[in-house]
């Protein structure tokens, strides 16, 4: 158990030690009249004094003048060591100091920038010429197409996914209002009432929209350079336009024969066929006509919508869809190299900036240890100077009480008259003449640096140009 506190004792005054190092000393404070009272000056002068203490033929020192010289004198030494130590710490910290480091690394920028700028565009050279190959590729069947079709070089018209979501919601309502508007009138002659009612109409209504935009799509043909495509285009038109028609009568002819349904079991179906084999005409009341009228408008609309669906000419926009995507993909990629690169630019000329501020900073602080080598200097000095006054106040002060209190016939000792004196020093070293010729290096390489900053953030910019332009005719020739 012993062993084991002996071993945790050293690690605490180990640590203890390293603080005591690295930590700032403290300068000892000199105080006449503690000292006084500490080392009761007073009355063992005044006992001494009385007693005849010492006899007037003694040299040596008293007891209390040798305290007091032996305190003052700790004081002295404390104050050297405090001035040793503090100046080792003063010195070490600007011996640190070398702005060298900071503008090696400022010069080496310019070539570092290059290096990462080319690594940058290196890692990511496979997919642009990838992307750029796919692009023309595109590009290449797109003025083929255009060639081929007599078109203009223009883009193709296009609607956003969010459009094409838009026009099928439209669609779908119409398809929702074209069946509840049919299923009110359907109701009524159905044995399941408005339930097989909606089924019914909803379903004819979604015949007639689908039907009607498909019919919408192919129409688009008749504006195709070849005449097939033309005809074909012009009789999905019409046969858009007879179905929605077509469609429009038998909706009529259902409001005019499912009234007439007088059984449950009966057909409504065969009653509809019926209705048409004898010719009979549904348009009999206002309901059945604008049954009718709806079915054409909203097949008319579906015809519309789907013409309009996206470009005129037929294949046009899904040819230049996708060169407008594998564009717009190597578009994307170029945009994120030159942003790589400017990050990289602007990450280059900040660390420049930066080791131009800490070598002002450097220069800065060592200026100021410079100053704080005076101040300490002056420090010690005034404190060696107090306890010099002090140790001649305090042996002055003894030996006049000492005398106050002394019989006639005890005379005070010869060496009262001669002052006490402090063995000497070895004072700290407070000399700057080495530091003052390290100063005017630290500002002359400082003053080269900012000299040469500008052009080194020029060659830092030229190369910028140089790796961007390398990006710039490969996008604008897309």
Avoid: W
Wanted: glycine share 6%.
């Amino acid at each position: 158990m012993s062993f084991l506190k002996s071993i945790i004792a050293g690690i605490k005054a180990l640590f203890s030690s390293q603080e005591s190092e690295h930590s700032e000393p403290l300068l000892p404070k000199i105080d006449p009249e503690k000292l006084k009272k500490e080392l009761k000056i007073l009355e063992i002068a005044q006992a001494h004094g009385a007693a005849g203490i010492p006899a007037s033929n003694d040299t040596q020192l008293t007891d209390v003048e040798h305290q007091i010289r032996g305190t003052l004198g700790k004081k002295r030494e404390a104050t050297v060591k405090y001035g040793q130590q503090v100046i080792r710490q003063i010195q070490h910290r600007m011996d640190s100091i070398d702005i060298t480091r900071e503008i090696n690394r400022t010069i080496q920028q310019g070539d570092e920038f290059e290096r990462t700028a080319d690594q940058i565009l290196s890692a990511h050279d496979g997919r642009r010429k990838e992307a750029e190959r796919e692009a023309k590729s595109k590009k290449d069947l797109l003025d083929a197409f255009r060639i081929e079709n007599g078109l203009p070089d223009i883009p193709a018209e296009r609607i956003n996914s969010d459009g094409k979501l838009l026009k099928i919601a439209v669609l779908a309502a119409c398809c929702v209002a074209e069946g509840f508007v049919n299923a009110n009138f359907f109701a009524s002659g159905m044995a399941g009432g408005l339930v097989d009612g909606f089924l019914l109409a909803f379903t004819l209504s979604f015949a007639n929209i689908a039907v009607c935009f498909l019919a919408g799509r192919l129409y688009t043909n008749k504006n195709h350079v070849k005449g097939g495509r033309v005809l074909r285009g012009y009789l999905s038109g019409l046969v858009g336009l007879c179905f929605t028609f077509g469609l429009g009568v038998f909706v009529a002819y259902c409001r005019y024969a499912l009234p007439l349904m007088e059984d449950e079991a009966q057909s409504p179906i065969a009653l509809i066929v019926h209705s048409i084999q004898t010719h009979v005409i549904p348009f009999q009341d206002f309901e059945s006509c604008a049954l009718f009228a709806v079915t054409i408008i909203c097949g008319v609309f579906a015809i519309f919508e789907g013409y309009i669906f996206t470009d005129l000419y037929p294949g046009y926009a899904k040819v230049y869809s996708a060169y407008a995507n594998s564009h717009r993909k190597y578009v994307a990629l170029v945009a994120n190299l030159r942003k790589s690169l400017e990050d990289q630019k602007t990450r280059t000329l900040q660390l420049i900036d930066e080791n131009v501020k800490k070598a002002e900073g450097d220069v800065k602080v060592f200026k100021y240890n410079m100053g704080q080598k005076s101040i300490i200097k002056k420090k010690v000095t005034e404190t060696l100077v107090m306890a010099d006054e002090t140790l001649k106040a305090l042996t002055q002060y003894y030996r006049y009480e000492n005398r106050l209190k002394r019989p006639q016939s005890a005379p005070r000792p010869d060496y009262f008259d001669q002052p006490i004196e402090f063995p000497g020093l070895e004072m700290p070293d407070f000399a700057i003449d080495r530091d003052e010729a390290r100063l005017i290096v630290q500002e002359r390489l400082l003053s080269d640096m900012v000299e040469n900053l500008e052009p080194i953030r020029a060659r830092v910019q030229s190369s910028f140009n140089s790796k961007f332009d390398q990006l710039q005719p490969l996008q604008s020739s897309m």
